[in-house]
């Protein structure tokens, strides 16, 4: 039996002003909403929020990578009205 890993909720701009990618325009009151969290792994979330590495994971590629999960997702998880 496959083991699952334990997912973390990350924010693609920084929760804070302070936080990575913060200095965004997006208001603050947008930043907790789903458009702008993913699921990571706890390895990922800790590089994904490292203000050190901030421009190594622009919002761009992490709304790419949120999207193409999100569409993988949903190709396997797509079935007809039969089923």
Known sequence: MRTLKKQNVAHIIGASKR????????????RSKIHNLMLTCPTCHGEV?????AKKYPKD??????????????????TSPQH
Do not use: F, I, Y
């Open 19 to 30: 936080g990575p990618r913060g200095g965004d325009p997006m208001p603050l009151s947008e």
């Open 49 to 53: 929020d490292n203000k050190k590495l």
């Open 61 to 78: 590629l992490l709304l790419t990578m949120k999207k193409e999960h999100e569409d993988r997702v949903a190709t396997v998880t797509a």
